[in-house]
């Protein structure tokens, strides 16, 4: 079982060295794979949530990450995400590219993350 036992992993990570690339996660439930409600807020926590589970198990923390790139359904939805995604870090941002796209399923958004170990 994975360190973060009440998390599921949606998809391990791959590491490189010092490097763990983190694939796309979205709002989904890990335990049942559906996509959990319907704004913008819920599926970018759940998302977070998820993203937090695969760097437990690769011991690092939303600290770690260098670059994210955040998939985001709706234009208008950006100050929103802002708002949310910043809770999630207590030092510096990592560095971000954001995308506007069509998702699949019903999808609000989608975040990768690339994150370092110490050196």
């Not at 490097?19 to 409600?37: D, I, K, M, R, Y």
């Amino acid at each position: 079982m994975n360190k973060s036992e009440n998390i599921l992993p949606i998809s391990s990570a791959t590491r490189a060295g010092s490097l763990v690339f983190v694939s796309g996660q979205g709002g989904l439930n890990p335990h049942t794979g559906e996509v959990v409600g319907d704004s913008l807020e819920v599926q970018v926590k759940q998302t977070m949530e998820n993203i937090r589970a695969i760097l437990i198990d690769n011991d690092l923390t939303f600290d770690h990450v260098k670059k994210a790139n955040i998939y985001l359904a709706k234009r208008e939805h950006y100050i929103e995400f802002n708002r949310i995604y910043a809770q999630y870090f207590t030092k510096q941002f990592p560095a971000r590219t954001t995308i506007y796209c069509e998702l699949n399923y019903d999808l609000l958004v989608e975040i990768d993350v690339i994150a370092q170990h110490d050196c």
